[in-house]
């Protein structure tokens, strides 16, 4: 069945330190990729998703390309801040199988001034 | 701005009892699932509905959990009784008719606590 493997954390990074949480997926048919954000105490939001192989998604300057050739969805930024500090979650979605999702194990992101 | 609303935000409740969370989906949308969030097993997925129907409840104990949808725009998780092992974040999420659904709008989460 489908699934989705992530990167287990916690990461520390340092302010303006590049990013780079890995996702890889199995998958039947065509997915769509998302990464979500969660912060403390809050539920998860979209942060980018990408639809098709090579697509990149991107938002608040995290970038990730939809890779169909190695089956990954790597999460990166070129220079992290405090405010970025959060859990990550690499997801899936398969039209075909009826809207059913699959989350990755999430991967929490500590940046430190 | 459109937003998942879920009610209580907080919840404490003693063994036995009965625990209801809500969850208003965003207007429109009519595919909404619902999340338990753990330290231990992360995001699980305990149900989802379309157009108000179940599509999959595997994910959920059977002789305890219970998720119905009166309207569209109220779903319900129910838990009778409630265990301590139930102690989690419930999370709704909804999502838009196809060919837009793929993306869910989270809630903010009823976070339980069950003594």
Redesign the interface.
């Known amino acids: 069945g489908d699934s989705v493997t992530q990167m287990e954390g916690p990461v520390t990074l340092s302010e303006e330190a590049f990013l780079t949480i890995n996702c890889t997926y199995t998958a039947t048919g065509y997915p769509?990729l998302?990464w979500?954000v969660q912060y403390p105490g809050?539920?998860?939001?979209?942060l980018l998703?990408a639809?098709k192989a090579d697509d990149k998604g991107s938002n608040k300057g995290f970038e990730a390309t939809y890779r169909k050739e190695t089956t990954s969805f790597h999460l990166e930024k070129g220079s992290v801040q405090v405010s970025d500090s959060a859990v990550y979650?690499c997801a899936l979605?398969e039209?075909n199988t009826?809207?059913?999702?699959y989350?990755g194990?999430?991967t929490s992101l500590t940046v430190i001034p | 701005d459109a937003r998942?609303t879920q009610t209580p935000r907080h919840k404490v409740t003693e063994m036995g009892q009965e625990v209801t969370m809500r969850c208003q989906p965003i207007l429109g949308h009519n595919?909404v699932?619902w999340y338990r969030q753990t330290m231990m097993q992360?995001?699980e997925?305990l149900a989802?509905f379309?157009n108000r129907a179940p599509?999959?409840d595997s994910g959920m104990p059977k002789d305890r959990f219970s998720a119905e949808m009166p309207d569209a725009t109220l779903a319900t998780l129910k838990i009778q009784p409630s265990e301590p092992r139930d102690s989690a974040v419930y999370?709704c999420?909804s999502?838009l008719p196809?060919?837009y659904?793929?993306?869910?709008?989270?809630?903010?989460?009823t976070r339980l606590l069950v003594l």
């Open positions: 769509s998302f979500y809050e539920g998860l939001q979209l998703k639809t979650f979605g039209l009826g809207n059913q999702f989350f194990t999430g | 998942v595919t699932f992360g995001l997925l989802y379309r599509l999959d999370f999420a999502a196809r060919p659904q793929e993306t869910q709008y989270f809630g903010p989460g």
